[in-house]
């Protein structure tokens, strides 16, 4: 399993296929990100989850749907970037698109 751990307030998780449900059940609550490499708003969105795992502790999991093809189908992503906040393992909000971190932020306070 491959961890990339990157802040000190929160962290950044390298997600795949095989250690999708394991990094979802080891951390309390993580916001899995769906993303692409070609994807623009993808890129600047990244930036703004650093922000907001900066400022709450919460981890951010990236996964790449060109390199991982089963957890994006079974999530069914159809548009990028898709983030997914679990909690003890559970799914408790999807948010579609980038947003500015205000917008992101009101939409995940409550399980913060």
């Known amino acids: 399993m491959q961890l990339l751990l ?54 951010v999991g990236k996964i790449n749907v060109d390199n991982e093809l089963i957890k994006p189908v079974e999530y069914q992503i159809t548009s990028i970037p898709t983030t997914i906040l679990f909690k003890s393992g559970k799914q408790v909000k999807r948010i579609v698109g980038a947003k500015p971190k205000h917008t992101f932020m009101e939409e995940i306070k409550e399980w913060l």
Do not use: M, Q, Y
């Open 6 to 59: 990157a802040n000190t307030c929160g962290g950044n998780v390298i997600v795949t296929d095989d250690n999708f449900e394991h990094v979802i059940n080891n951390h309390k609550t993580i916001l899995i990100d769906f993303w692409a490499e070609w994807c623009r708003p993808c890129k600047i969105f990244s930036s703004i989850l650093d922000e907001v795992s900066d400022e709450t502790g919460i981890w």
